[in-house]
């Protein structure tokens, strides 16, 4: 099955710095590759997805590219904002599988 | 994206119970997912529920334990069974989101067991 090695964190930032939350995996074939995020107090909901070799998801100014040749998602953003304080889930697809990273708990201060 | 209504929210139980969470979906779905969140970890995929077919359970989880039902397209149970204390956790349902190509969860359940 699917394995997935998500930076550690917690990570604690200032407002407008940018974010890198590494993420690579293993998988046989090829699989989807998806960013949760979870806000506190809330449920999971999906952030960005990239389906294919090269794509680029992005969403509320977050960015991944599915990078086939290393086996990796990182998540970008080039400046973050107090409300971007979550838990961010990198989560490889396969047959309808999810398999979660451990999460990364970002803080961003004012 | 679907909406998914999980309930109850939390619960606090007592060893040897069991309790039974349900997940009901505002449109028709093909697979409903059950997932394991335990303290301090990532969420772990404990089932897939089919309707009309016993569910599929991944390495480490038995249908003992872990029974569900899925009757219809749009509703599904877990049982948690003979609880004990390594079963507190957040247990969370997911369906698959068609239209954009992702998965919708549920608002999981914290289980505590005394």
């Known amino acids: 099955g699917n394995s997935v090695t998500q930076m550690e964190g917690p990570v604690t930032l200032s407002e407008e710095a940018f974010l890198t939350i590494n993420c690579t995996y293993t998988?046989?074939?090829?699989?989807?590759l998806f960013w949760y995020v979870q806000y506190p107090g809330e449920g999971l909901q999906l952030l960005l997805k990239?389906?294919?070799?090269?794509d680029k998801g992005s969403n509320k100014g977050f960015e991944a590219t599915y990078r086939k040749e290393t086996t990796s998602f990182h998540l970008e953003k080039g400046s973050v904002q107090v409300s971007d304080s979550a838990v961010y889930f990198c989560?490889?697809?396969?047959?309808?599988?999810?398999?979660f990273g451990k999460g990364t708990l970002l803080t961003v201060n004012p | 994206s679907a909406v998914i209504s999980q309930k109850p929210s939390r619960d606090i139980c007592q060893r040897g119970t069991s309790l039974t969470i349900q997940c009901q979906v505002d449109?028709?779905?093909?697979?409903m997912f059950w997932y394991r969140q335990q303290p301090g970890q990532s969420l772990t995929l404990i089932a897939t529920?089919?309707?009309?077919?016993?569910?599929?359970?991944e390495s480490g989880f038995v249908i003992d334990k872990f029974p569900i039902s899925r009757p219809n397209l749009t509703f599904s149970t877990l049982t948690v069974s003979n609880l004990s204390p390594e079963d507190s956790s957040i247990y969370l349902c997911?369906?698959?989101?068609?239209?954009?190509?992702?998965?919708?969860f549920g608002s999981g359940t914290r289980l505590t067991v005394v």
């Open positions: 997911s369906v698959e989101d068609v239209k954009n190509y992702g998965y919708t």
């Open positions: 998988a046989t074939g090829y699989p989807s």
């Open positions: 990239a389906t294919k070799a090269d």
């Open positions: 989560a490889p697809c396969s047959n309808y599988k999810l398999t």
């Open positions: 449109s028709q779905v093909t697979m």
């Open positions: 529920a089919n309707q009309g077919s016993e569910a599929t359970y």
